[in-house]
T-cell receptor
């Protein structure tokens, strides 16, 4: 009954090799889909919030997109410093404030 | 940029002992949270706190856990009688209503 599913679990890229990470969600009436970056031993660091299908956000080499059932985090020409675990999270409908996280995609970028 | 601070960064305790994890949320935020992450697993919601009371809690947050905002700046998580399976990284977070969560750097709790 996982509400947020991420794939792949791990991804190894050569520096400069673009790719996409996937987040599928089953929450209906989504009140926000979030992408976070987590470095080993650290807390999640906010990247993007998306609220409605068709929305896109960009920051440096990262671009997040949202459809009615999934979100993608596109990484263009990644660098070794982009190596981290990328977490997707959803806020449920209603008055709740908690966000529910997926298991993450561990990205390794090889020089 | 404002940040959430957590202390201590590491806590080692014996099984059955009480621990208190401390957090200073971002000052003008209204919602406070505790999450935990067992090594190699996902970030799991424990509890949210608003207007001096618990607003949501997960199944994990049983009677062994309690939260408190003892003054205008601190937010604490108490585990009354620790178990081996409580060993995890505990993250505090805060947010405005409907907005993104800001996380602290975490407290690594080891129960021996």
């Amino acid at each position: 009954e996982d509400q947020v599913t991420q794939s792949p679990e791990a991804l190894r890229l050569q520096e400069g090799e673009s790719s996409s990470l996937n987040c599928s969600y089953t929450v209906s009436g989504l009140r926000g889909l979030f992408w976070y970056r987590q470095d080993p031993g650290k807390g999640p660091e906010f990247l993007f919030t998306l609220y409605s299908a068709g929305e896109e956000k960009e920051k440096e080499r990262l671009k997040a997109t949202l459809t009615k059932k999934e979100s993608f985090l596109h990484i263009t020409a990644p660098k070794p410093e982009d190596s981290a675990t990328y977490l997707c999270a959803c806020r449920e409908p209603g008055g709740y404030q908690k966000v529910t996280f997926g298991t993450g995609t561990k990205l390794q970028v090889i020089p | 940029e404002p940040e959430v601070t957590q202390t201590p960064s590491h806590q080692v305790t014996q099984m059955g002992q009480e621990v208190i994890l401390r957090c200073v949320p971002i000052s003008n935020h209204l919602y406070f949270y505790w999450y935990r992450q067992i090594l190699g697993q996902k970030v799991e919601f424990l509890v949210s706190f608003y207007n001096n009371e618990i607003s949501e809690k997960s199944e994990i947050f049983d009677d062994q856990f309690s939260v408190e905002r003892p003054d205008g700046s601190n937010f604490t998580l108490k585990i009354r009688s620790t178990k081996l399976e409580d060993s995890a990284m505990y993250f505090c977070a805060s947010s405005d209503p409907g907005e993104k969560l800001f996380f602290g750097s975490g407290t690594q709790l080891s129960v021996l």
